[in-house]
Each structure stands twice: as structure tokens, then as C-alpha cells.
């Protein structure tokens, strides 16, 4: 009765494990954000954990049944092979991810030749009955030398656990958790299985150990992903605001000249409203998180009031701004309005017109830009097109918030920028 009991406990354990071994491989398919080397690890593991359980099956069955001894042992020997080639897979990954060579890594070597210690007495185990042996009627018992077989192990994992400490500044602090998760575990199982039989429960210890290690892995490279993604969008803003179009510089500075001679005062208000852009435009650099939209609009009215002066009265500006309580991307509201007359004014089409609207909605706040141009090509590789394409990107980095470009029934474009509730300003 305790031999079926017991074999039913070890066919539910082996179970279990393959199912979380199959659903590590499953996370490994279709979960993106991880790259190929970790992607390529982890799928090895969890290939080699569902290869071990496998054998596990085809043991309980071939222990249950009369069987010549020696293919108990040889299913045994080749079961624990299986098993002992994780730790040693997690210290190769260790290495990995602290930049170590592992040809060179007297910590590899050394739990490499551990490991080989541990198959060598694994190989004499079925010519003595000092570590462990199966009576006539194929029950397994362990040995009064049984600790010694693990001891090898032991001190690996115990290796692993000092080269991950002493190495701690190289690993992101994720990376230093997933570890401290998949080795602790698999220790202390391996200990007490010296003084008590948990065989069954070192397979399911390593396979949750890895589930963990894989999890955090892949957050911790996600959260990279999306700080290098922050990274370059700041970058692109950056270069967006060095390489201002030098006619329009050379346009300014030319309108201000001329205003001089002929309208003084409004040659002082124009080199005010350019400085104001100018300021703005530098102080963006410097801003890595979202401004008050008061400030970007500001920003937007000095660029217009400069382009205004330029164009004389071929250019007109609507504002209808019923909400400002919010936050946006440094440089968003202008550079749309420079997209718009850059790429959709026709100087033979009769006066441009934008209007610039803002509105509280239920999901946040709404920015639309219209304009009565000649409009774009909807080719997203196009120039204008790429230009959004990078507002759009720091929208969604910065702030969740969305871009929505459409064509207008009367001609023009129309762009829609929606914020998120998150991203109201306090009125404090």
C-alpha cells in the first residue's frame, strides 16, 4: 500500500513539473523582450527539465514492474546526469551575465570539476551499496554514504551562491535576485536531502527556481529595454532641437533686419518672441520628464508669433484652449505646429491656417492641431511622417500617451494627441 501511495506522490511531482517546465518553454515563445542569448539559455534549460521528466515518467513505470537491476540503475544514472547539469547551466549563466569568460573562470573550472567528481561516484554507485541500492523486489534505498554522493553539489551551489556575492556590483539588482532565488533553493533542498529522503522534490525546487529566475530576468530586461528606449527619444529630441532648419534662423534674423528700418517695434517684439523660442528650445534638452503644457504652449505661440511676422498675413492661428492642467513631452505642441507649416503651407494656395485646440476628456486630455494645407504623403517612411513618428514614440515613453494623424474632409491635416488622466497637473 505505501509503494502505490508512494508512486502515485512521485507521478503527481513529475507532473507538475512538466507542466511548469512546459510552461517556461510556453513564456519563451510568445513573451517578447528578452534577447537571443538569454532566450536560447532558457529554452535549453527548460528542454533538458522536460527531457528529465520524461525519464522520470518512464522510472516510476520501470520501477513498478520486474525489470532486470541493471536498467534501475542505468535509469537512475541517467536521470541524475539530467539533473545535475542545471546547476552547472546556471553557473555558465552567471559568468554571462557578469561578463566572464567561462574558458577562463576558475569559478566554472571549479564547479565543473565538482560536477565530475559527482558522475564518477554516480558511475561506481551500482557496483556498492554504500550510496544507494534497489532490494530484489525493486524498492530503492540510499546508503550510510548516501550525504557523500550529494556533497559535490553541494559545494557547487555553494560556489555559485559566494561568485554571485562577491560579483554583486556587476549584476543589476534583478539580476542579483534572480540568482539568490534559483540557488538558495536548490541548496537547502540538496542539504536536508542528505538526512531525508526529497528526491521527487529537487526536480519541481530546480524547475520553480528557474520559472523565477526567468521571470525576474525578463523584467529586469524590459525595464532596459524601455530606459534605452527612453534614452534614444531623448537623444532624437535632442538632435530635434540642434539642428533647427537654418533658414529659418537665416529667415528670422533677415525679417528682424528689415523690421528695424521699417517697423521698430515690432522688430523688438519679434526678437523677443524668437528668444523665447530659442530658450524654450534649449531648455527641452535638459527636461527628461514631462512639462506643464502652459510651458510647451508658450513655447508654441513664441515659434508662431516669429513665423507670423515672417509671413505677414498669409499665415493665421486659431487657439481654443480650454484645458492646460496637464502635462506633455518637452517638445511635442511645437513640433507638430512646425510639421504642419513646413511640410503642408502652399504659398500659391492662398492664406495657411492653424488651429490649436485643447479639451478635459473622460481618459485624460486632448491636444488637436488642424491646419487647411495641402496635406502629406501618408507614407509613414516619409519625412513629416518620421518626424511625428518620433513625438509619438516619447508620447508613449513618457507619459502612456497616444498620436492619431488624419486627413481632413476640406483638405489639411489634422493631429490628435491624447494624455492620459495620470497626467493632470495639480492646480496646487
Given amino acids: 500500500m505505501i509503494f502505490w501511495f508512494d508512486s502515485y506522490f512521485i507521478y503527481f511531482i513529475v507532473g507538475a513539473t512538466l507542466l511548469l517546465s512546459l510552461t517556461g518553454l510556453w513564456f519563451i515563445a510568445m513573451m517578447p523582450g528578452i534577447d537571443r542569448w538569454n532566450k536560447r539559455f532558457f529554452r535549453t534549460l527548460f528542454t533538458l527539465f522536460i527531457l528529465l521528466n520524461i525519464i522520470g515518467f518512464m522510472d516510476t513505470i520501470i520501477y513498478s514492474c520486474p525489470v532486470p537491476m541493471w536498467i534501475m540503475y542505468l535509469m537512475i544514472i541517467l536521470e541524475t546526469v539530467l539533473l545535475s547539469l542545471a546547476p552547472l547551466m546556471m553557473t555558465a549563466y552567471l559568468l554571462h551575465c557578469y561578463g566572464e569568460n567561462v574558458r577562463s573562470s576558475r569559478l566554472f573550472h571549479s564547479v565543473l570539476g565538482l560536477w565530475a567528481v559527482f558522475i564518477v561516484m554516480l558511475l561506481i554507485s551500482p557496483f556498492t551499496e554504500a550510496l544507494y541500492y534497489f532490494t530484489p523486489d525493486g524498492r530503492y534505498w540510499r546508503g550510510a554514504w548516501y550525504p557523500v554522493l550529494l556533497l559535490p553539489m553541494i559545494v557547487a551551489m555553494l560556489l555559485n551562491i559566494a561568485g554571485m556575492i562577491r560579483y554583486r556590483e556587476r549584476l543589476t539588482h534583478k539580476a542579483f535576485l534572480s540568482f539568490l532565488i534559483a540557488f538558495l533553493p536548490i541548496t537547502c533542498v540538496l542539504v536536508v536531502d542528505m538526512f531525508v529522503e526529497l528526491y521527487p522534490l529537487i526536480d519541481i525546487s530546480i524547475v520553480l527556481s528557474a520559472l523565477s529566475m526567468y521571470g525576474l530576468i525578463l523584467s529586469d530586461q524590459i525595464e532596459q529595454d524601455l530606459n534605452r528606449q527612453r534614452e534614444i527619444a531623448n537623444q532624437r529630441a535632442n538632435i530635434m532641437v540642434l539642428q533647427m532648419r537654418p533658414h529659418f534662423i537665416y529667415n528670422t534674423m ?118 487647411n494645407g495641402k496635406g502629406f504623403d501618408t507614407d509613414e517612411d516619409s519625412e513629416p511622417h518620421i518626424a511625428l513618428k518620433n513625438i509619438r514614440q516619447r508620447l508613449k515613453i513618457m507619459c502612456d500617451g497616444e498620436m492619431m494623424i488624419t486627413a481632413r474632409e476640406k483638405g489639411g491635416t489634422a493631429v490628435t494627441v491624447t494624455i492620459p488622466q495620470q497626467n493632470l497637473q495639480s492646480s496646487g
Wanted: hydrophobic fraction near 35%.
Fill in 254 to 371: 533677415t525679417s528682424i533686419y528689415c523690421l528695424c528700418g521699417q517697423n521698430p517695434q515690432l522688430a523688438r517684439q519679434v526678437i523677443m518672441d524668437f528668444t523665447t523660442y530659442l530658450r524654450k528650445n534649449f531648455t527641452a534638452i535638459a527636461s527628461a520628464t514631462p512639462i506643464p503644457f502652459s510651458s510647451e504652449l508658450e513655447h508654441t505661440r513664441a515659434y508662431l508669433a516669429v513665423e507670423q511676422a515672417q509671413y505677414e498675413d498669409s499665415l493665421f492661428v486659431d487657439y481654443d484652449i480650454q484645458h492646460t492642467m496637464f502635462r506633455v513631452p518637452p517638445l511635442t505642441l511645437q513640433p507638430i505646429v512646425e510639421n504642419a507649416i513646413k511640410h503642408g503651407r502652399d504659398p500659391y494656395a492662398g492664406p495657411f491656417r492653424i488651429s490649436i485646440r485643447t479639451r478635459r476628456t473622460y481618459a485624460g486630455s486632448e491636444i488637436v492641431v488642424e491646419d
